[in-house]
């Protein structure tokens, strides 16, 4: 798992004292905290696993009398049926971090499968796919995570990252020119210029300032192929808004480097994964 433990740990944390309270009425009340009891931990589509890791953390922080089996790891591809890992330790506590476990590992499965099928329709082209900053409040680095397992890039982390120049910014400056040029002039030589343009006067200005990536935001497949051609590998090129499975295998014949998708993070299914209690 590339998350560092203490980030997960706090997130985990956080999740456990909201759902458990101080008390669960059902499991406390009725069974016995010397019980033991085994989980499998199923899968019941078909699709990409991520965050078993994070998964498993949350029992452990639980108690550390948990053991595990782990069959499948993260980027594994999933059958439905396929028993991913194999929990053991108090009944009381497996069941109160069921709900937790779960939600963490079905969300982040099914950004990962969602990110599959993008990299798959792009196959035979030179786009890659990308998500955007726009991630569930606490959930970035962990969303962000769950589209490299299935086989995506990362755009920027937050606004420390890259010096992204949207259309406001743009329209506040004056124009594109005075934007990049004026943001040079203070900006530090590791950090990067990425330009939003809406059209292709907008593309050829943004190319000739030096822009390090030009972004085509909403534009039509001749429109970008043209601002491609214009471009001319002088900035990396980046296709983004209102991207589907339907359209997105022909904004990658375009010729763009990078096609970003925010649904894969913001609107994504979760994955269906269940935990069965052994008898």
Do not use: W
Not at 23 to 36: E, M, R
Not at 151 to 174: E, P, T, V
Not at 216 to 238: F, P, Q, S, W, Y
């Amino acid at each position: 798992m590339m998350l560092p433990e203490f980030y997960v740990d706090d997130l985990i944390r956080a999740a456990l004292k909201e759902d458990i309270n101080y008390v669960d009425v059902a499991t406390d009340l009725l069974l016995d905290p010397a019980q033991i009891a085994t989980a499998h931990m199923l899968a019941k589509a078909d699709g990409v696993l991520c965050g078993l890791d994070v998964a498993l953390r949350v029992f452990q922080l639980l108690s550390s009398d948990f053991t595990f089996t782990v069959n499948k790891k993260d980027g594994d591809t999933l059958r439905k049926g396929d028993i991913i890992a194999t929990v053991t330790g108090p009944v009381t506590l497996l069941l109160k971090g069921e709900r937790t476990a779960l939600n963490l590992i079905q969300h982040m499965s099914g950004i990962a499968t969602a990110t599959a099928q993008l990299v798959a329709l792009t196959e035979g082209s030179n786009a890659t796919i990308a998500d955007t900053r726009k991630t569930l409040p606490g959930m970035r680095a962990l969303q962000k995570y769950a589209v490299t397992c299935g086989g995506g890039k990362n755009h920027r982390f937050n606004l420390s990252d890259c010096a992204m120049l949207k259309d406001n910014h743009i329209d506040a400056a004056g124009s594109i020119t005075a934007a990049v040029t004026g943001l040079r002039k203070k900006l530090g030589h590791t950090v990067k210029i990425e330009v939003e343009t809406r059209n292709l006067d907008e593309v050829a200005e943004a190319a000739q300032v030096g822009a390090d990536i030009i972004m085509l935001d909403n534009m039509d497949n001749d429109t970008m192929t043209k601002a491609v051609e214009i471009i001319d590998g002088r900035a990396l090129t980046e296709a983004s808004g209102g991207i589907t499975h339907e359209t997105l295998q022909g904004i990658a014949k375009t010729g763009v480097d990078i096609i970003s998708v925010g649904a894969i993070t913001h609107s994504v299914k979760a994955f269906d994964i269940s935990l069965k209690i052994q008898k």
